[in-house]
């Protein structure tokens, strides 16, 4: 059984960046990025197949960019002019499906 561990989240200003890492314990296929806000339904991000092909939400594309190097299992999300809109609890999971055990994600906090 794959275990996903994602990292990388803080505390930053809107307007800032931060790049979060899900690092996977097994092989991965096409992975997506999704974010819970507070009070509000898990949503996807974005996601990337094998070979590097990524797919956007229409509230970050432009803004985001997923990356994945293969040979170390780990997928990335680079979020450049954060908005305070943006703040959620990410995770990185298989897409479409999300057949692998939830990870603990990690907070990524906005201010203004």
């Known amino acids: 059984q794959v275990q996903l561990v994602e990292s990388g989240g803080g505390l930053v200003r809107a307007g800032g960046s931060l790049r979060l890492s899900c690092a996977a314990s097994?092989?991965?296929?096409?992975m997506g990025w999704y974010r819970q806000a507070p009070g509000k339904e898990r949503e996807l991000v974005g996601y990337?197949?094998?070979?590097?092909?990524?797919t956007y939400a229409d509230s970050v594309k432009g803004r985001f960019t997923i990356s994945r190097d293969n040979a170390k299992n780990t997928v990335y999300l680079q979020m450049n002019s954060l908005k305070r809109e943006d703040t959620a609890v990410y995770y990185c999971?298989?897409?479409?499906?999300?057949?692998?055990?939830w990870g603990e994600g990690t907070q990524v906090t906005v201010s203004s």
């Open positions: 999971n298989a897409y479409p499906l999300q057949i692998i055990r």
């Open positions: 097994g092989r991965i296929w096409t």
């Open positions: 990337i197949s094998r070979g590097g092909s990524a």
